[in-house]
């Protein structure tokens, strides 16, 4: 059994308990771990390895809010086509969630890290980032369909246009500009979050 497949079965045993409200405990003995469960578990290790932007924790998540009248997904549950989409509503529910909420504000801080990373190792400034290109599009464009970033990513950069085709944005995201006000509404009649972005870049902008 590998590191990464004792990873996936914490992972899942923890987010199951809490979406639940109850206690748990990290398993670190594997011995007696049933055959089923390991087949499940190396199935799911090539699933996240193919796939690696997918969070894990976001994933095993996401069928708990998405389908609130069910009350526990095993293990085969998560090697579904039913669990890809609970994923893909759930991050999409969460990218226009509060700004101010305490998930929001954690996931804009290890967005804002990320940049801050990615920044340092290509010697930009936080100005140059949303236009810095490798590929055909902007690297920022990989980060935000990969989940490095998000939505109130891009509003506390201050980015309020990009220089790619409609078409070619709604491909990648659904309805992306509509999502893109929203999210940029919510930002702007925010308290905490935008109060923390001006802060946060001015830091980051400070070390880069």
Known sequence: MTDFQK??????LAISRKMRDKPFRIRKDFSDMDQTKLDRLAS???????????????????PYVIFKDD???????????????AYSQYMKK??????????????????????KNFCKEKGLTL?????????????????LKNHHINMYALHALGVSKIEVENRILDFIFSDFWITFQKTKNKFHLSKKMKEFSHKA???INEQL
């Open 94 to 115: 969460i990218e226009m969630d509060d700004p101010d909420s305490e998930d929001s504000l954690k996931r804009l801080v290890d967005s804002l890290k990320f940049v």
């Open 127 to 143: 100005e140059k980032y949303p236009v810095y290109i490798e590929n055909a599009l902007p690297n920022m464009i990989d980060h």
């Open 71 to 85: 009350d526990y997904f095993d293990l085969e549950f998560f090697l579904t086509s039913k669990a890809k989409k």
């Open 7 to 12: 990873r996936i079965y914490n992972s899942h």
């Open 201 to 203: 870049t001015t830091k």
């Open 44 to 62: 799911l290790e090539r699933f996240f390895n193919s796939y690696q932007n997918i969070k894990i924790d976001d994933y095993f998540s996401a």
